[in-house]
C-alpha cells in the first residue's frame, strides 16, 4: 500500500522559514517524480514544486520562486521542502504527491503564517 506521510508544518512568523519531510513507503520512490501542492483555506489545490526521481531537475510555481526549495533522499524515500522567508499567503495545507496515474497524495501537514 502507497502511504505518504507528511510533517513539518506549524505556526511560523513571516519572514520565518519551516522544513517540510514528506516519508514515502509501499512503492520504489526512488523512480518515481514527486510534487509538493497545497491547498489554503477556502481555496483550490495548487502545485508548488516537482522534483524529478533523480533530484536533478526541480521546477517552482512563481509564487514560491527562489524562496522554497525541493529535495529529495532516495536512501531514505524522504521528500522534503525547505521554505524560506514564508508569507501570510503560504498559509495552506500542504502535501507531497507521487507523480503517476492517478497523482497520490499524503494526508497533509498545516502551515500557518502569521504574526
Known amino acids: 500500500e502507497v502511504q505518504l506521510v507528511e510533517s513539518g508544518g506549524g505556526l511560523v512568523q513571516p519572514g520565518g522559514s519551516l522544513r517540510l519531510s514528506c516519508a514515502a513507503s509501499g512503492f520504489t520512490f526512488k523512480v518515481y517524480a514527486m510534487n509538493w501542492v497545497r491547498q489554503a483555506p477556502g481555496k483550490g489545490l495548487e502545485w508548488v514544486s516537482r522534483?524529478?526521481?533523480?533530484?536533478?531537475?526541480?521546477t517552482y510555481a512563481d509564487a514560491v520562486k527562489g524562496r522554497f526549495t525541493i529535495s529529495r533522499d532516495n536512501a531514505k524515500n524522504t521528500l522534503y521542502l525547505q521554505m524560506n522567508n514564508l508569507k501570510p499567503e503560504d498559509t495552506a495545507m500542504y502535501y507531497c504527491e507521487k507523480v503517476g496515474t492517478p497523482n497520490l497524495r499524503g494526508q497533509g501537514t498545516q502551515v500557518i503564517v502569521s504574526a
Open positions: 522534483i524529478s526521481s533523480g533530484g536533478t531537475t526541480r
